[in-house]
């Protein structure tokens, strides 16, 4: 019985996973080649809901649809805050970009409270179940994980097979290498900027399918803090270590959060959050360059 | 004795390697000139004696004491005083503070008080005719200017050994002659102050050194006198058919 | 001596600044109210500046310490109130409480995060306020999600009317000195080796520790002597203004961003900065939620990104520079 449930809560953990690690890919992405922690990444997952959201109950858009807009809507953004924000600060002491990007997550969280107040909502999109024995997943979570790998697929795809994609690489690699054959870094900086902030707005879609009433403009910090998780066991500057840390903290949440419920007297549910802040102090204490990558 | 002996050094990165089974000796009082084309491994083999890295084989012997492994913050009041190929003053604070910081920290006893550090600092910047700069904020001086702050700043941590990594590199060729006089007045006045050197500009070197050891490659390939290295046909390959000026 | 004495003219304004706030919240009826919040402010500004401005280290968890510090006066009068006779000493139990946790919690948190860079040390603390928060919610530590409400023992052990006073103007008082220490205490570290190790690292940490500075001690140290005042603030302007503590309200990380609104805005690593960034920022927030409810942080974002890219010395940063040389130079560092 118990085995049953913890087998059913670890496949919903991998479901969830895939879409964590998706969400997670835009923070090493920029953190890769920009050497930027977007401290404000929890914020543009919120906007992701919101676009979410807004289609849905405003024009009845299909949630999968609301993807590429969402990924447009982020790029658009990042592209904003790289040339307004970040571009003046690329050279500037860590605190800056750190304080930087702070300020801009919760910059968004005002302007989304001012615009559609703050309180939690959802909304209903109705495509059913699938009864798989030990657990019942609902198809908008399984839409979500295949969203989640195909992007992550996508991503891989440009980062190998484009122009755009391997100019990236190389900067990433050695950034004055790179300037010197030619690449344009200030260019594949904003790019970057733009495509993390592009991936983590639309995995904000996604992420909904998991939380149906939890969206608020604050909902975003959580959010964060599990990325930096996430992040760093993938080793904080390979969007694919990303994925996979995604993977592996949706089965450690899921897991430790049935075995937190047996025992008495607690509340397993924040316990398992103050689990993933053990987690990302031990991490980073034995191995800052991330459990999953073989530097 | 020897005062700084390197057993077989080996740093690497990666797959790449900087520094390649080094080994040499420098007594005190000595003055020696490290020289090698770009990329040979000389900043690296700083890194390692200064304890930015730690080499993956060898070791670093300082005055009798094993510090292959030893923090590098505490290597410095052993007597090792340095200054960095790209200057790293510490930007806002003035000239002044940046210099007695070396006293404050960097000395044997690690018992100078602040008022006798700024102290210190104050002549050892007259002595590198800086008194003018002193008080601005060393982020704001030009790039021979900050190398002249470092030397300073080193020199105010009285040390034994002392390592420039291209100190000179941008200077007028008068200054250097005057810097190089300089220096070697100060490094015989103090006694203790050894002076190595990491130099493209061959009219340092000759200048100066009685000793150049030559890397290549991360290499140690000639390790003799001033004049016998510099004629050395190996190293006249090194610099790629380009004999050394003078 | 004379030397020694001037040495510690820059606390003239510091003071004069808290003199002044204290004399118009005694004469100006009706004016405490706004005196206690920007001497709170003022007080959190200078505790979080010891470390985020003399260091460039920034910590997202801040809050956690002002937190602990809550936790320790509470725990000291809720635990101890029923000992007859304690009176007034109950208050200084709670605070030595408050500062043992603090450190307590800092030095755990500092021997993991401290260990790493920028960046890295960033992410590391951006969870311990909440970690915390959800340590004490799902363990059910000192009561859990329900808090610790202990009017009742504040009432009873020092007598109504002492409690309110101290509610309502002693705890005031109480901040203010703390924030006096904490800019004493400021200038002592600016003036000892402490100081010229922290600006060495701050500038630049490799360099830093080739020179022969310990960095590692020189940021504990720091670290805990910010966090200490944090705990001072909280156990004085949470825990004694208002006798309740709730986990989520002590750990909120807003108070975080409004310590680095204040020590930005004023200015990193200044002694005044944090006087003249948390006046600015207490007056201009208690305006907006009068005029403008509910927008502070609508304004202040953008405020802190302006100040990031074109200011990044913050007020006092720039009086500095204007005035070098002149004989206000030494009475604003
Ligand atoms: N931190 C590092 N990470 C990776 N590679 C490095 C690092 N530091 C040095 N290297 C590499 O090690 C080799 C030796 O570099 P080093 O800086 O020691 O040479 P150098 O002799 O000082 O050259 P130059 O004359 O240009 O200063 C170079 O190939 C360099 O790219
Ligand atoms: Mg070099």
Redo the contacts with the bound molecule.
Sequence with gaps: MFLEQLTGNLIQGIVLGAVYGMATMGLSLIFGVLKVVNVGHGAFIMVGAFVTLWLFNALGINPILAVPVAFAVGMGLGFIFYYTTMQRLIKAPELATLLATFSIGILLEELVKLTFGSEFRGYNWVVGKIDIGVTVLPMSKLYACIGSVIIALLLYLWFNKTRAGSAVRSVVEDSEGARVCGVNVGGAYALSFALGIGLTVASGVLLTMFIPVGINPYMGGGYTLKAFVIAVLGGLSSPYGAFFGGLAFGLIENGSYTLFALIPGVEPFALTRFLSFVMLLAILLIKPTGLLSTK | MSLLKLENIT?R??G?I??NKVSLEISKGEFVGIV????????????VISGV?FPEEGRVIFDGQDITTLQPYKRAPLGIGRTF?IPRPFASATVRENVAVGAMFGTLSGKVSVDESLEIADKTIERVRLQEHKDKPAGALTPVEKKLMEIARALAMKPKLLLM??AMAGMHPNDIDQMVAFIKQIAVEEKIAIVSM?E?IMRAVVGMAEKVIV?HQ?SKIVDAPTKEALEDPKVVEVYLGHPPEE | MKKEITKYYPLIPVFTAYLFLFLVGKNISGMWQLVAMLLFYCAMGQAFNIFLGMTGYVDFGYVAFMGVGTYGMALAITNLAHIEGLGIGIIIIGFILALLMSTLLSMAVGAVALRLRGAYFAIATIGVNEGFRFLIEGARIWNGSEGLIFTAQLNQILGREAASSLMTYWADIMVLFIAALAAFVTLFYMRSKIGYALTALREDEDAAKVMGINVTKYKITAFITSACFAGLVGATSWALKTPYVFPPEVFEIHYTIEAIIIVLLGGAGTLLGPVVGGLIYGISKYYLSIFMPGFQLLIFAPIIIIIIVLFPEGVVGMLKSRTKGSVLARFII
């Design positions: 740093k990165f990666g790449l900087a520094v090698g084309p770009n990329g040979s491994g000389k900043t690296t083999l700083f890194n890295y190929q990594d291209e990491v493209h890397l991360g």
